[in-house]
């Protein structure tokens, strides 16, 4: 939307301004152009930031220390037209790419309102006061741990008294009167546990989150000030929790920026017979008005459709993965060379970030690399969703797994026997689904699972996707009781799991009390796919079994195996090979499986 861009440069803009290098005209906000109305329709966030430089502009250009009708911030935050709960409004906006502008901005004006302000409170009553005195929690202590600690610490858990306040708060909102800005940083600190830790309960103390700030605005209006004030004057680290729940929701969740639009993954789909006979001609239609994403999709498979092994031959399945950053990319060729192997090059899909493409472009048919800009797990079930609205059946493999023997008939094979439409890995020692594998039959059924999955996690990006996967197949659980609602369908895919035990299988990380969540157990000779789980070139050290080992270098750039060769497996070709899967083995399968939980934080 041009008023969403015009929104983020006026953003740095007055960033620029406020640094002080160079003085700009007065921004002057065009009402025809700006209207606030039509912005709570099409861009809400976007309204957010141009509330908050409406503010800045009156601060900084008018020099006005009272601010008159100024923004409140539960206002900015939780204003928008979609009927989100502030359990959902919150992390929406964090991830939102507007909330990035905030973050340069409110250094640069704290400071100014702070020298402003200060003219009408010399004696700085309002900031003494929000340092708060002890009491039931030892307040100043809390503070000052705070401005001790490196700024992605989290304290909350080893604070006297805080998880007790968190509890009596629940039950008694007039409890944030006893220190208001502290109570609020203590709620975030809460939140970014929630987030790394305990996703079931995210929702709830989001709604907390919301509440103290509904609170906190009419504490400010009782006392005659902005919400803003007790904000900027605070030295409670609120801005810096924020911007750092902002940071871990964006590195590590779904960033609230799609590349497709939306009615090119939602909608009825027209039915085609069986599923299985994609319509080339509806393919290049669409060319025209698909998205740049959509676009590059469509053409490569239409480039995989004319690659069939005869003419009249159903839809191949679309083997697709996805991949960025420069240390993955340059196993690319490695894993392209293996694909090739079992005759599937040409219908190797690899979504890739700009890095990423370069590399696959090289060594790869340069239509089935698909470029994005803003890669992350939830690209995953975009792409998916996308092929299987094609007519395409989908096998999806994380990067990070090496073919030990053509998958495909054994799996398809199944698949009309059982007249099952999704089939999904899981861990050998618990009950977590692990998406790292997906076979999908282009189905109403499939179709409709995944748009429940791109709508649940579009508005739940605090929550990982694995695990709204599985909740959405009844296996766990993505909300506590009384919190948001469950993700639900009329009617789920037949579905079944890919045997974790001996066939599609894992390589061992953690283990908790003895129990190994991965691994495999049985005949090397059975195992068809192995899924090294390495996709952050890292292990969290104090939960696993042995570190981190590069197990890139052991089964794709190892230059003792032939990956061309399918006749002479990888473990007899290299003896090391053979001691990594051994390694893996454990002697029988669990007898009992942990339930599912969280452990890489």
Same mark, same amino acid.
Request: glycine share 6%; hydrophobic share 40%.
């Given at each position: 939307? #041009? /008023?969403? $861009?015009? =929104?983020?440069?006026?953003?740095?803009?007055?960033?620029?301004?406020?640094?002080?290098?160079? &003085?700009? %005209?007065?921004?002057?906000?065009?009402?025809?152009?700006?209207?606030?109305?039509?912005?709570?329709?099409?861009?809400?966030?976007?309204?957010?930031?141009?509330?908050?430089?409406?503010?800045?502009?009156?601060?900084?250009?008018?020099?006005?220390?009272?601010?008159?009708?100024?923004?409140?911030?539960?206002?900015?935050?939780?204003?928008?037209?979609?009927?989100?709960?502030?359990?959902?409004?919150?992390?929406?906006?964090?991830?939102?790419?507007?909330?990035?502008?905030?973050?340069?901005?409110?250094?640069?004006?704290?400071?100014?309102?702070?020298?402003?302000?200060?003219?009408?409170?010399?004696?700085?009553?309002?900031?003494?006061?929000?340092?708060?005195?002890?009491?039931?929690?030892?307040?100043?202590?809390?503070?000052?741990?705070?401005?001790?600690? #490196? /700024?992605? $610490?989290? =304290?909350?858990?080893?604070?006297?008294?805080?998880?007790?306040?968190?509890?009596?708060?629940? &039950?008694? %909102?007039?409890?944030?009167?006893?220190?208001?800005?502290?109570?609020?940083?203590?709620?975030?600190?809460?939140?970014?546990?929630?987030?790394?830790?305990?996703?079931?309960?995210?929702?709830?103390?989001?709604?907390?989150?919301?509440?103290?700030?509904?609170?906190?605005?009419?504490?400010?209006?009782?006392?005659?000030?902005?919400?803003?004030?007790?904000?900027?004057?605070?030295?409670?680290?609120?801005?810096?929790?924020?911007?750092?729940?902002?940071?871990?929701?964006?590195?590590?969740?779904?960033?609230?920026?799609?590349?497709?639009?939306?009615?090119?993954?939602?909608?009825?789909?027209?039915?085609?017979?069986?599923?299985?006979?994609?319509?080339?001609?509806?393919?290049?239609?669409?060319?025209?008005?698909?998205?740049?994403?959509?676009?590059?999709?469509?053409?490569?498979?239409?480039?995989?459709?004319?690659?069939?092994?005869?003419?009249?031959?159903?839809?191949?399945?679309?083997?697709?993965?996805?991949?960025?950053?420069?240390?993955?990319?340059?196993?690319?060729?490695?894993?392209?060379?293996?694909?090739?192997?079992?005759?599937?090059?040409?219908?190797?899909?690899?979504?890739?970030?700009?890095?990423?493409?370069?590399?696959?472009?090289?060594?790869?048919?340069?239509?089935?690399?698909?470029?994005?800009?803003?890669?992350?797990?939830?690209?995953?079930?975009?792409?998916?969703?996308?092929?299987?609205?094609?007519?395409?059946?989908?096998?999806?493999?994380?990067?990070?797994?090496?073919?030990?023997?053509?998958?495909?008939?054994?799996?398809?094979?199944?698949?009309?026997?059982?007249?099952?439409?999704?089939?999904?890995?899981?861990?050998?020692?618990?009950?977590?689904?692990?998406?790292?594998?997906?076979?999908?039959?282009?189905?109403?059924?499939?179709?409709?699972?995944?748009?429940?999955?791109?709508?649940?996690?579009?508005?739940?990006?605090?929550?990982?996707?694995?695990?709204?996967?599985?909740?959405?197949?009844?296996?766990?659980?993505?909300?506590?009781?009384?919190?948001?609602?469950?993700?639900?369908?009329?009617?789920?895919?037949?579905?079944?799991?890919?045997?974790?035990?001996?066939?599609?299988?894992?390589?061992?990380?953690?283990?908790?009390?003895?129990?190994?969540?991965?691994?495999?157990?049985?005949?090397?000779?059975?195992?068809?796919?192995?899924?090294?789980?390495?996709?952050?070139?890292?292990?969290?050290?104090?939960?696993?079994?042995?570190?981190?080992?590069?197990?890139?270098?052991?089964?794709?750039?190892?230059?003792?195996?032939?990956?061309?060769?399918?006749?002479?497996?990888?473990?007899?070709?290299?003896?090391?090979?053979?001691?990594?899967?051994?390694?893996?083995?454990?002697?029988?399968?669990?007898?009992?499986?942990?339930?599912?939980?969280?452990?890489?934080?």
């Amino acid at each position: 939307d #041009p /008023r969403a $861009s015009e =929104i983020l440069e006026a953003a740095r803009s007055m960033q620029h301004t406020l640094m002080g290098s160079a &003085e700009i %005209p007065q921004l002057y906000w065009k009402e025809a152009i700006y209207q606030d109305v039509v912005l709570m329709e099409e861009c809400p966030y976007a309204l957010s930031l141009l509330r908050f430089l409406r503010w800045c502009q009156k601060l900084v250009l008018e020099r006005s220390p009272e601010m008159t009708g100024s923004t409140e911030l539960f206002a900015v935050l939780f204003e928008n037209p979609f009927s989100l709960t502030p359990g959902e409004a919150l992390p929406s906006l964090v991830n939102s790419r507007f909330f990035e502008e905030f973050w340069p901005l409110i250094g640069l004006v704290s400071s100014r309102h702070a020298e402003a302000l200060s003219k009408l409170d010399p004696q700085q009553t309002l900031r003494q006061s929000l340092r708060c005195d002890p009491g039931e929690v030892d307040w100043p202590n809390y503070l000052a741990k705070l401005q001790e600690e #490196p /700024r992605g $610490s989290l =304290i909350w858990f080893d604070l006297p008294g805080v998880s007790d306040y968190e509890e009596q708060f629940g &039950e008694n %909102p007039g409890k944030m009167l006893d220190c208001p800005m502290g109570a609020m940083t203590s709620t975030l600190e809460k939140l970014l546990i929630m987030q790394e830790f305990y996703t079931e309960g995210y929702g709830l103390v989001a709604e907390e989150v919301a509440l103290l700030l509904d609170q906190l605005e009419q504490l400010a209006e009782r006392v005659g000030r902005s919400s803003l004030d007790f904000f900027f004057l605070s030295e409670w680290p609120f801005w810096d929790k924020l911007a750092h729940l902002h940071e871990r929701a964006t590195k590590r969740r779904l960033r609230y920026d799609l590349e497709f639009h939306p009615w090119e993954l939602l909608g009825e789909v027209p039915d085609r017979p069986g599923r299985r006979r994609p319509s080339i001609a509806a393919l290049r239609w669409q060319l025209p008005s698909s998205s740049p994403l959509q676009r590059q999709i469509l053409l490569a498979l239409e480039e995989l459709w004319d690659h069939r092994d005869r003419d009249g031959a159903p839809a191949p399945p679309v083997l697709c993965t996805l991949l960025w950053g420069q240390r993955l990319a340059k196993y690319l060729r490695f894993q392209v060379q293996r694909l090739e192997a079992f005759g599937y090059g040409h219908q190797y899909l690899v979504l890739c970030d700009a890095v990423a493409c370069n590399e696959c472009r090289r060594v790869h048919w340069k239509s089935l690399c698909v470029e994005m800009r803003q890669p992350s797990l939830f690209s995953k079930h975009t792409m998916i969703t996308s092929i299987l609205r094609q007519g395409f059946d989908v096998f999806y493999l994380d990067f990070d797994t090496v073919l030990l023997q053509d998958p495909l008939p054994s799996l398809k094979s199944r698949m009309d026997l059982a007249e099952t439409q999704l089939l999904v890995s899981r861990d050998f020692g618990t009950e977590c689904l692990n998406t790292g594998v997906i076979f999908a039959k282009s189905h109403p059924l499939t179709v409709a699972f995944w748009e429940r999955l791109l709508l649940w996690l579009w508005h739940h990006p605090f929550e990982f996707t694995q695990k709204a996967f599985a909740a959405l197949l009844g296996v766990e659980r993505v909300a506590l009781h009384g919190s948001l609602a469950e993700p639900q369908l009329p009617q789920l895919p037949h579905w079944g799991l890919l045997d974790p035990q001996n066939a599609f299988v894992t390589s061992k990380v953690y283990s908790s009390n003895g129990v190994h969540f991965e691994g495999w157990t049985g005949d090397l000779e059975e195992i068809v796919v192995f899924h090294f789980l390495d996709g952050s070139g890292s292990v969290e050290q104090n939960n696993s079994i042995r570190g981190y080992k590069d197990l890139f270098e052991v089964f794709l750039s190892n230059p003792k195996v032939n990956l061309s060769d399918t006749r002479i497996p990888l473990y007899d070709q290299d003896p090391v090979v053979r001691s990594e899967l051994l390694w893996s083995r454990h002697d029988a399968a669990p007898q009992e499986l942990l339930k599912c939980r969280l452990v890489n934080m």
